[in-house]
């Protein structure tokens, strides 16, 4: 993914978080390795010197000794909440808390970390979807669905820290001030039964308990609607604090950051037009309810 401004130079700020390949992490990760196992090494360090053992500290913190012995191994990544806790059960006096934005950091790709900055920092978020529902909108067993049908699969530790990822992006909706986020989606990722009746169900009441928020808009296209002005695609407008904007698409394998004000404006013109075509946030309520009462 990257930022193009213009016809000059092309600067990775990438996404693509769901369109690398299968292995796990990518050799541009390393230094995101290097900080989450330097990371490990110090909680490690900590809890020796409080001679507490991994199941008692996994215990206080609400996880088994060998989650514990991952953190420490840097073979999966804490949540800040989690070094949050972490720092307190150990008394590191903040010490561990230093460590929480590089290692959120090293949660994503490095093609995506510019688009988790941007999502930390806009005002305004307006998504169009077609194929799934954005991992803004994901359930914890929806992004399990989904990671769990990648092929070549991914291995269970990656999976586990891709939704943690995904769950710390959520805290957006909690953020104050709070931005003001839209979505319009297709009446077919409404529809898909990934994981099964149980998680489609609990896919749409998580959608009608989000869409209560103030500053939150869903809206549907449905299958009988017909003018769409999203033809071409899925793709997200963010708008950062100093108003500037950026247009983020991406297709198989590609994905791109765009940041050019001609491109950006059409994009944040036919989300306009996308969203008077669909049904409104009330009627989209109304549809999804009728959904979740045919299962």
Known sequence: MAERKGAGAVVGLGDGWDN?????????????????????????????RERLEREEFGRRLGYS??????????????????IEQADEVLGAGGLLHLWKEQVERAQYPVRFQGMAKLE?????????????????????????????????????????????????????????P??????????????QRYGGKGVLSGRLEHLLLIGQKRNIEIQVMPFNCEDNAGVNGPFTVVTRKDGKKFVYSEAHAISTLEADPEQTALAAA??????????????????????????
Do not use: H, W
């Not at 690398?20 to 196992?37: H, N, S, T, Y």
């Not at 990648?150 to 939704?163: F, G, S």
């Not at 839209?182 to 009446?187: A, D, H, R, Y």
């Not at 989209?284 to 979740?292: A, T, V, W």
């Open 20 to 48: 690398d390949d299968g292995a796990g992490r990518r050799p541009e990760d390393e230094a995101g390795r290097g900080v989450v196992v330097a990371f490990g090494q110090t909680m490690k360090t900590l809890r020796v």
């Open 65 to 82: 000794a060998s989650t514990i012995a991952s953190f420490e191994q840097g073979r999966r990544i804490p949540s800040p909440r989690t």
């Open 120 to 176: 930390k920092e806009c005002i305004e978020l307006l998504v169009y979807d077609a194929l799934i529902v954005n991992g803004l909108l994901q359930t914890k067993e929806y992004m399990r669905a989904l990671l769990g049908m990648r092929r070549p699969p991914l291995t269970q530790e990656t999976i586990d820290q891709r939704v943690t990822a995904r769950l710390v992006r959520q805290d957006i909706f909690d953020r104050q």
């Open 178 to 191: 709070a931005p003001l986020l839209g979505f319009v989606m297709s009446e077919a990722v409404l529809r």
């Open 270 to 295: 036919r989300y306009g037009i996308i969203r008077s075509q669909a049904l409104s946030p009330r009627e989209s309520s109304q549809f999804i309810e009728k959904l979740l009462g045919e299962l």
